[in-house]
T-cell receptor, first 110, second 118 residues
Framework: EDKVVQSPLSLVVHEGDTVTLNCSYEVTNFRSLLWYKQEKKAPTFLFML????IEKKSGRLSSILDKKELFSILNITATQTGDSAVYLCAAERYGNKLVFGAGTILRVKS | DARVTQTPRHKVTEMGQEVTMRCQPILGHNTVFWYRQTMMQGLELLAYFRNRAPLDDSGMPKDRFSAEMPDATLATLKIQPSEPRDSAVYFC????????????????FGEGSRLTVL
Protein backbone atom coordinates (compact mmCIF):
# COMPACT_ATOMS: atom_id res chain seq x y z
CA GLU A 1 0.00 0.00 0.00
CA ASP A 2 1.27 3.47 -0.88
CA LYS A 3 2.44 5.45 2.11
CA VAL A 4 3.75 8.94 2.78
CA VAL A 5 4.94 9.75 6.29
CA GLN A 6 5.81 13.22 7.50
CA SER A 7 7.69 14.22 10.60
CA PRO A 8 7.48 15.88 12.96
CA LEU A 9 3.70 16.02 13.30
CA SER A 10 3.95 19.48 14.79
CA LEU A 11 6.64 22.00 15.59
CA VAL A 12 6.80 25.28 17.46
CA VAL A 13 9.73 27.62 16.81
CA HIS A 14 10.62 31.26 17.30
CA GLU A 15 10.95 33.80 14.55
CA GLY A 16 14.37 33.61 12.96
CA ASP A 17 14.84 29.90 13.60
CA THR A 18 15.57 27.42 10.82
CA VAL A 19 13.32 24.39 10.48
CA THR A 20 13.60 21.13 8.59
CA LEU A 21 10.51 19.14 7.72
CA ASN A 22 10.79 15.51 6.68
CA CYS A 23 8.87 13.35 4.26
CA SER A 24 9.44 9.69 3.52
CA TYR A 25 7.50 7.73 0.95
CA GLU A 26 6.80 4.25 -0.30
CA VAL A 27 4.90 4.55 -3.54
CA THR A 28 4.80 2.24 -6.51
CA ASN A 29 5.61 3.78 -9.87
CA PHE A 30 6.91 6.93 -8.22
CA ARG A 31 7.17 9.95 -10.43
CA SER A 32 7.63 13.09 -8.34
CA LEU A 33 7.42 14.56 -4.85
CA LEU A 34 5.43 17.71 -4.19
CA TRP A 35 5.28 20.09 -1.25
CA TYR A 36 2.25 22.21 -0.41
CA LYS A 37 1.55 24.83 2.23
CA GLN A 38 -1.92 24.93 3.74
CA GLU A 39 -3.05 27.83 5.83
CA LYS A 40 -6.73 28.18 6.56
CA LYS A 41 -8.02 27.15 3.20
CA ALA A 42 -6.70 25.40 0.13
CA PRO A 43 -3.21 23.92 -0.14
CA THR A 44 -0.91 26.08 -2.23
CA PHE A 45 1.92 24.65 -4.28
CA LEU A 46 5.51 25.09 -3.16
CA PHE A 47 7.78 22.67 -5.01
CA MET A 48 7.81 19.68 -7.30
CA LEU A 49 10.89 17.47 -7.22
CA UNK A 50 11.65 14.80 -9.76
CA UNK A 51 15.42 14.35 -9.61
CA UNK A 52 17.59 13.29 -6.72
CA UNK A 53 20.07 15.70 -5.22
CA ILE A 54 18.93 18.84 -7.01
CA GLU A 55 17.87 21.51 -4.56
CA LYS A 56 14.96 23.71 -5.41
CA LYS A 57 14.79 27.14 -3.79
CA SER A 58 12.20 29.82 -3.43
CA GLY A 59 13.20 32.66 -1.16
CA ARG A 60 13.74 31.25 2.32
CA LEU A 61 12.34 27.85 1.37
CA SER A 62 14.29 25.05 -0.19
CA SER A 63 13.72 21.37 -0.79
CA ILE A 64 15.63 18.34 -1.96
CA LEU A 65 14.75 14.79 -2.90
CA ASP A 66 16.65 11.55 -2.30
CA LYS A 67 15.19 8.84 -4.52
CA LYS A 68 17.54 6.20 -3.22
CA GLU A 69 16.55 6.64 0.41
CA LEU A 70 12.97 7.63 -0.51
CA PHE A 71 12.72 10.89 1.34
CA SER A 72 12.56 14.61 0.92
CA ILE A 73 13.18 17.55 3.21
CA LEU A 74 11.79 21.04 3.22
CA ASN A 75 13.92 23.72 4.85
CA ILE A 76 12.73 27.11 5.96
CA THR A 77 15.36 29.60 7.09
CA ALA A 78 14.80 32.78 9.09
CA THR A 79 11.24 31.74 9.85
CA GLN A 80 8.50 34.34 10.12
CA THR A 81 5.07 34.20 11.71
CA GLY A 82 3.62 34.05 8.20
CA ASP A 83 5.25 30.67 7.75
CA SER A 84 2.84 29.20 10.30
CA ALA A 85 0.81 26.62 8.40
CA VAL A 86 0.42 22.94 7.71
CA TYR A 87 3.04 21.68 5.29
CA LEU A 88 1.93 18.77 3.15
CA CYS A 89 4.08 16.39 1.22
CA ALA A 90 2.64 14.32 -1.64
CA ALA A 91 4.15 11.55 -3.73
CA GLU A 92 2.95 11.42 -7.30
CA ARG A 93 2.59 8.12 -9.07
CA TYR A 94 2.68 7.65 -12.80
CA GLY A 95 -0.92 7.98 -13.85
CA ASN A 96 -1.35 11.24 -11.94
CA LYS A 97 -2.35 9.91 -8.55
CA LEU A 98 -1.01 11.90 -5.59
CA VAL A 99 -0.72 10.33 -2.16
CA PHE A 100 -0.53 12.89 0.62
CA GLY A 101 1.09 12.66 4.02
CA ALA A 102 -0.72 13.78 7.14
CA GLY A 103 1.19 17.05 7.24
CA THR A 104 3.45 18.90 9.65
CA ILE A 105 1.87 21.71 11.66
CA LEU A 106 4.36 24.54 12.00
CA ARG A 107 3.80 27.39 14.39
CA VAL A 108 6.22 30.29 14.42
CA LYS A 109 6.07 32.45 17.54
CA SER A 110 7.06 36.11 17.47
CA ASP B 1 -7.26 35.32 -12.07
CA ALA B 2 -7.59 31.62 -12.86
CA ARG B 3 -8.76 29.51 -9.98
CA VAL B 4 -10.77 26.44 -9.09
CA THR B 5 -14.24 27.35 -7.85
CA GLN B 6 -16.20 25.16 -5.47
CA THR B 7 -19.75 25.42 -4.21
CA PRO B 8 -21.15 25.39 -1.62
CA ARG B 9 -18.42 26.64 0.69
CA HIS B 10 -20.28 25.35 3.72
CA LYS B 11 -23.08 22.84 4.04
CA VAL B 12 -24.86 21.59 7.13
CA THR B 13 -27.32 18.79 6.57
CA GLU B 14 -29.03 15.99 8.40
CA MET B 15 -28.16 12.35 8.13
CA GLY B 16 -29.87 10.70 5.19
CA GLN B 17 -30.06 13.81 3.04
CA GLU B 18 -28.49 14.06 -0.40
CA VAL B 19 -25.54 16.39 -0.78
CA THR B 20 -24.13 17.64 -4.07
CA MET B 21 -20.86 19.54 -4.31
CA ARG B 22 -19.79 21.29 -7.47
CA CYS B 23 -16.46 22.28 -8.90
CA GLN B 24 -15.45 24.44 -11.81
CA PRO B 25 -11.86 23.61 -12.78
CA ILE B 26 -9.46 26.13 -14.21
CA LEU B 27 -10.28 26.71 -17.85
CA GLY B 28 -8.16 24.47 -20.01
CA HIS B 29 -7.27 22.01 -17.26
CA ASN B 30 -8.15 18.48 -18.30
CA THR B 31 -7.51 16.63 -15.03
CA VAL B 32 -9.83 17.02 -12.06
CA PHE B 33 -9.45 15.51 -8.60
CA TRP B 34 -11.74 15.18 -5.60
CA TYR B 35 -10.06 14.98 -2.19
CA ARG B 36 -11.51 14.71 1.28
CA GLN B 37 -9.67 16.12 4.29
CA THR B 38 -10.28 15.21 7.92
CA MET B 39 -8.16 15.61 11.00
CA MET B 40 -7.86 11.86 11.35
CA GLN B 41 -7.14 10.84 7.76
CA GLY B 42 -5.58 13.93 6.23
CA LEU B 43 -6.09 14.40 2.47
CA GLU B 44 -7.57 11.33 0.82
CA LEU B 45 -8.08 10.97 -2.90
CA LEU B 46 -11.67 10.04 -3.69
CA ALA B 47 -11.69 10.15 -7.48
CA TYR B 48 -10.13 11.78 -10.48
CA PHE B 49 -10.91 12.43 -14.10
CA ARG B 50 -8.89 12.99 -17.22
CA ASN B 51 -10.66 14.59 -20.16
CA ARG B 52 -13.94 13.99 -18.29
CA ALA B 53 -13.40 10.24 -18.09
CA PRO B 54 -13.09 8.71 -14.61
CA LEU B 55 -9.60 7.24 -14.14
CA ASP B 56 -9.70 6.15 -10.54
CA ASP B 57 -12.49 6.21 -8.00
CA SER B 58 -11.13 3.49 -5.75
CA GLY B 59 -10.99 5.86 -2.78
CA MET B 60 -14.68 6.52 -2.89
CA PRO B 61 -17.37 4.54 -1.00
CA LYS B 62 -19.31 3.31 -3.99
CA ASP B 63 -22.57 2.65 -2.24
CA ARG B 64 -23.20 6.29 -1.39
CA PHE B 65 -20.74 8.45 -3.33
CA SER B 66 -20.76 9.27 -7.00
CA ALA B 67 -18.60 11.62 -9.05
CA GLU B 68 -19.25 12.88 -12.55
CA MET B 69 -18.11 15.45 -15.08
CA PRO B 70 -21.14 16.41 -17.14
CA ASP B 71 -18.92 18.75 -19.15
CA ALA B 72 -15.38 20.10 -19.12
CA THR B 73 -16.32 23.03 -16.90
CA LEU B 74 -18.20 21.15 -14.19
CA ALA B 75 -17.38 18.30 -11.85
CA THR B 76 -19.85 17.04 -9.25
CA LEU B 77 -19.54 14.91 -6.15
CA LYS B 78 -22.75 13.53 -4.74
CA ILE B 79 -23.39 11.76 -1.45
CA GLN B 80 -26.67 9.93 -1.03
CA PRO B 81 -27.57 9.21 1.70
CA SER B 82 -25.16 11.28 3.79
CA GLU B 83 -23.87 10.07 7.15
CA PRO B 84 -22.16 11.87 10.05
CA ARG B 85 -18.84 10.20 9.18
CA ASP B 86 -18.92 12.05 5.85
CA SER B 87 -18.33 15.33 7.70
CA ALA B 88 -15.12 16.74 6.25
CA VAL B 89 -13.74 19.36 3.91
CA TYR B 90 -14.02 18.27 0.30
CA PHE B 91 -11.46 19.75 -2.07
CA CYS B 92 -11.55 19.82 -5.81
CA UNK B 93 -8.26 20.31 -7.63
CA UNK B 94 -7.41 20.63 -11.29
CA UNK B 95 -4.26 20.29 -13.34
CA UNK B 96 -3.09 20.29 -16.89
CA UNK B 97 -2.17 16.81 -17.99
CA UNK B 98 0.30 16.93 -20.84
CA UNK B 99 0.24 14.88 -24.01
CA UNK B 100 1.08 11.31 -23.22
CA UNK B 101 -1.32 11.25 -20.34
CA UNK B 102 0.99 10.94 -17.38
CA UNK B 103 2.08 14.37 -16.34
CA UNK B 104 0.10 16.13 -13.69
CA UNK B 105 2.52 18.65 -12.35
CA UNK B 106 1.08 21.24 -10.06
CA UNK B 107 -2.41 20.76 -8.72
CA UNK B 108 -4.48 23.88 -8.14
CA PHE B 109 -6.90 23.46 -5.27
CA GLY B 110 -10.26 25.08 -4.75
CA GLU B 111 -11.11 26.55 -1.36
CA GLY B 112 -13.06 23.49 -0.35
CA SER B 113 -16.61 22.64 0.69
CA ARG B 114 -16.97 22.11 4.41
CA LEU B 115 -19.66 19.50 5.00
CA THR B 116 -21.25 18.82 8.36
CA VAL B 117 -23.71 15.96 8.60
CA LEU B 118 -25.71 15.96 11.83
Amino acid sequence: EDKVVQSPLSLVVHEGDTVTLNCSYEVTNFRSLLWYKQEKKAPTFLFMLTSSGIEKKSGRLSSILDKKELFSILNITATQTGDSAVYLCAAERYGNKLVFGAGTILRVKS
Amino acid sequence: DARVTQTPRHKVTEMGQEVTMRCQPILGHNTVFWYRQTMMQGLELLAYFRNRAPLDDSGMPKDRFSAEMPDATLATLKIQPSEPRDSAVYFCASALGLAGGDRTGELFFGEGSRLTVL
